[in-house]
């Protein structure tokens, strides 16, 4: 049987930091703001059975979520 992979509550926090440093050209700073006033409530739509991990193919549906979408616009 094929056991599925997780990510953590704790492990999504951080690679979240990441994306939206990357994403928003943050300083680490401006990543923690940001997550504190966006990580809860993406998490808690993600992690459906509340315990604190989630199955790691919903990896990218939960950071399209915290992040409203991938799609970048190019202005000119």
Do not use: C
């Not at 300083?27 to 459906?48: C, G, M």
């Not at 509340?50 to 991938?70: H, Q, R």
């Amino acid at each position: 049987m094929k056991k599925d992979r997780i990510l953590s509550r704790d492990y999504a926090w951080l690679a979240s930091k990441e994306i939206v440093k990357k994403w928003e050209n943050f300083d680490d700073a401006q990543a923690e703001d940001y997550l504190n006033e966006n990580f809860e409530k993406a998490w808690r739509r993600a992690d459906v059975n509340n315990d604190g991990k989630i199955k790691l193919n919903e990896a990218y549906t939960f950071e399209k979520s915290l992040m409203g979408s991938f799609a970048i616009t190019f202005s000119e």
